[in-house]
């Protein structure tokens, strides 16, 4: 089983400033990443997948790289709407595997 | 637009078996894979397993020996069965119908396991 490590759990953030949330995967996924954002009371939203590309729908502030072990999902100017639970899971392999999740909290 | 409703029991006792049924409404029912994922309260998501439009299966394999997915093409559902439930089988449930270019969730049904 593939673990997926997410850093850092918690993430304190003023409106406005650069967020970069970090997942890093135990063996290589590849670039079968995927980034999810979950809101209190609601189900998770994807993000990106591929590792960079941008769900239908998805604003261009958010954004993704990395490939095999590393990855990194970019927020390049914090919205009062981003402030959420955010996790990555990889389908690289079986069983999927989500990281811990990272909390973006207001400042 | 594509649209998903999930239900089933909401309360069980221990060893009972957990039954959810997700529907699918609208769009082409073609291509997919229907993951079911659950969450424990205040905790993280964990994959619980998925049937692809193939029909092929597979399951995480610390639930494999009591998990079931299956899906009814004619009525557009699929649906997930979990035996010998106890109270670590308490969390949200979720179905996620996902493809080339679409991912939909439905809306989550808690499923509590209590004496």
């Known amino acids: 089983e593939i673990v997926m490590t997410q850093s850092p759990a918690t993430l304190s953030v003023s409106p406005g400033e650069r967020v970069t949330l970090s997942c890093r995967a135990s063996q290589s996924v590849n670039s079968l990443l995927a980034w999810y954002q979950q809101k209190p009371g609601q189900a998770p939203r994807l993000l990106i997948e591929v590792a960079s590309t941008r769900a239908t729908g998805i604003p261009a502030r958010f954004s993704g790289s990395g490939s095999g072990t590393e990855f990194t999902l970019t927020i390049s100017s914090l919205q009062s709407e981003d402030f959420a639970v955010y996790y990555c899971?990889?389908?690289?392999?079986?069983?999927?595997?989500f990281g811990q999740g990272t909390r973006v909290e207001i400042k | 637009q594509v649209q998903l409703h999930q239900w089933g029991a909401g309360l069980l006792k221990p060893s009972e078996t957990l039954s959810l049924t997700c529907a699918v409404y609208?769009?082409?029912?073609?291509?997919?894979?229907c993951n079911w994922i659950r969450q424990p309260p205040g905790k993280g998501l964990e994959w619980i397993g998925e049937i692809s439009h193939t029909g092929s299966t597979n399951y995480n394999p610390s639930l494999m020996s009591r998990v079931s997915v299956s899906v009814d093409t004619s009525k557009r559902q699929f649906s997930l069965k979990l035996s010998s439930v106890t109270a670590a089988d308490t969390a949200v449930y979720y179905c996620m119908y996902s493809g080339r270019n679409f991912n939909y969730w439905g809306q989550g049904n808690l499923v509590t396991v209590s004496s």
């Open positions: 609208g769009g082409p029912f073609s291509g997919y894979y």
């Open positions: 899971q990889q389908y690289n392999s079986w069983p999927r595997t």
